[in-house]
Structure formats: C-alpha cells, structure tokens
C-alpha cells in the first residue's frame, strides 16, 4: 500500500516562494518507480485542479513559475513554487497513479489511486 504525505505549505506574501515536500512510503524501488506523481490543488467551493500532467506539462498558469521535481533514491517528490499569486492559494495534494496512460488522463483525480492529506497554501499580504 503507497502513502504519500504532504509538507510545507504556509502562509506567503505574493511574489515569494514555497517548497512543497511529498514523501512516499509503502513501496520503494522499481515499484515506486513504476507510478506517476502528479499534484493537484483544491480552492474552497472549486474543483480539485490539475495543472500538470503526472507531474510533466505545466498548465499556462503556473507555467515558469512552478517546478516539479522527483528524487527516487528518497521517495520523494517536490513541488517548488516561485512568484507565487493569491490566485495560487489552495490545498495542495500529491498523488500517485499507475505508469503507462496517456498525459491527459493523468489531468483526472479518477487516475490516482493514492492520495496525500494535502497542505494548505496562503499567498497574501
């Protein structure tokens, strides 16, 4: 059984920077390997939203601003978030899902079958 785990949300002031952090547990190795890490945020009366492809083609939105990165050998995989906006305010998830789909699919929640608590972002002033 994968679980992934959520850190370092906050509140922010807008233009400054935060690293989300995903840890991965209950698979390691080729196994772990073997899923796709996307990440998804959810603002209050609004749908959970992927902006990112299993963690590959960034949405315009964030696009040159956010940057998702995977370190294998620590089961972890991270989000880094740059010239941040209060439009970026939400609950941030990761979540795993089985390798092999089409980059599209990977845009839908129904696609992930692991999902972290999430943690939640603020970008104000």
């Known amino acids: 059984q994968l679980q992934l785990a959520e850190s370092g949300g906050g509140l922010v002031q807008p233009g400054g920077s935060l690293t989300l952090t995903c840890e991965l547990s209950g698979l390691s190795g080729t196994l772990l390997e073997k899923h796709a890490v996307g990440w998804f945020r959810q603002s209050p009366g609004k749908e959970r939203e992927a902006w990112n492809t299993?963690?590959?083609h960034y949405d315009d939105s964030v696009k040159g601003r956010f940057t998702i990165s995977r370190d294998n050998a620590r089961n972890t995989a991270y989000l880094q978030m740059n010239s941040l906006k209060p439009e970026d305010s939400a609950v941030y998830y990761c979540a795993a899902a089985s390798a092999g789909y089409t980059a599209n699919f990977y845009r839908l929640p129904r696609a992930y079958d692991y999902w972290g608590q999430g943690t939640q972002v603020t970008v104000s002033s």
């Open positions: 299993g963690g590959a």
